[in-house]
């Protein structure tokens, strides 16, 4: 049993709405409400849901590049959320990111060597003299040639700007790594490409990933264990097969079943969701998920489901559900 790297436990980030003639705080944008887990050494736990469930303000909360209302994150065994600037800068060097668009994460007035090495003066953990060599390698190390060192990042393509990402991130052997939509901007056959060099890098260097994504397909092929979030809340955790074969909450359902088939007659019943996702600012009573649910009961719009065990699947399987031993019973 590998140890446990991250553990986030109640965390929160609500966004303050201004109003009214002294420019009082009115109301909150509940981004993320109330979230625990935990990822173990090695692991790459993927973070899924539609856009505004609050999956990416989770990852850049963790990290502390948004400060959290309230909850903890542990690292390695040290609470990130009581550090100060200088004790978190010394921390963050173990926890990267990688963002969606290579391109904006990237100055283009630099060169990819003098962006790599940017990170080694910050941290100096190289010396001086040997960090041109140590960028070089970088780029090698994530499929690029040596001779690309000194150039910028507009003369790359999309797949390439973000193998530079990766670099970048990996420059600090980290241990962990949040992946932000890594790999949604990228066409596909690239696409298969990041996530594949994503995978040797992490038998290489023992990386843990923190994977956010929209796109389930992706997910299926990077993740160890998937935690879907509705609204600021989790709704479902369980390892990729289990959740992949055996989902448990009616919002999972309804995301997998929009999975595209690749083989023609073995198309899915679709569950199509009616209705937008609704405000995180007054989000609906009860189950969040009640106003689009095709199962909802009067229960669904009172008591706010928590995650429960899902007995009859594996271990580590959670749904928040109120029904889904009855929903789910065949
Ligand atoms: Fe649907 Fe009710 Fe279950 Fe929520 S608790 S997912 S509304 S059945």
């Known amino acids: 049993m590998s140890k446990e790297l991250l553990r986030v436990t109640n965390l929160k980030k609500y966004y303050p709405i201004k109003g009214g003639f002294l420019g009082q705080t009115v ?4 981004a993320v409400d109330d979230i625990s887990f935990a990822v ?3 692991e790459t736990v993927s973070i899924v849901g539609e856009s505004g469930c609050g999956k990416s303000t989770a990852g850049r909360t963790i990290l502390r590049l948004e400060e959290p209302t309230a909850g903890t994150v542990y690292f390695d065994g040290v609470d990130l959320t009581t550090l100060s600037n200088k004790q978190l800068r010394k921390t963050r060097k173990n926890m990267q990111i990688i963002f969606q668009d290579p391109f904006a994460s990237l100055n283009p007035r630099q060169t990819v060597a003098q962006i790599l090495q940017e990170a080694l003066h910050i941290q100096n953990i190289v010396p001086r003299e040997e960090r041109k060599a140590r960028a070089i390698e970088l780029l090698e190390t994530v499929g690029l040639a040596s001779h690309q060192v000194d150039r910028y990042p507009h003369e790359f393509s999309g797949g390439q700007r973000q193998r530079v990402g990766i670099a970048r991130a990996l420059s600090l052997n980290p241990k962990l790594i949040i992946c932000d939509e ?3 901007a990228l066409d596909v056959s690239i ?3 990041i996530l594949n060099l994503l995978k040797n890098l992490q038998k290489d260097y023992k990386l843990t990933y923190l994977f956010i994504s929209h796109d389930l397909g992706v997910v299926r092929h990077i993740s160890d264990r998937v935690i879907v979030m509705y609204l600021g809340r989790i709704v479902e955790v369980a390892d990729k097969k289990t959740l992949f074969d055996h989902a448990k909450h009616p919002y999972t359902s309804a995301l997998l079943s929009a999975i595209p088939v690749p083989k023609p007659g ?3 019943k679709r569950i199509v969701l009616t209705g937008d996702v609704p ?6 009573e009860g189950c969040r998920f009640h106003t689009r649910c095709p199962f909802a009961a009067e229960k669904c719009m009172e008591d706010m489901p928590k995650l ?8 580590g399987h959670y749904s928040a559900c109120h029904f889904f031993e009855e929903i789910y019973k065949d």
């Open 308 to 315: 429960r065990p899902v007995p009859q699947t594996a271990p």
């Open 182 to 184: 890594a790999v949604s």
């Open 27 to 30: 109301n909150h944008v509940k």
């Open 191 to 193: 696409r298969a490409q």
């Open 279 to 284: 405000s995180a600012i007054d989000p609906p």
């Open 40 to 42: 173990n050494e090695g």
């Open 266 to 268: 073995r198309e899915k």
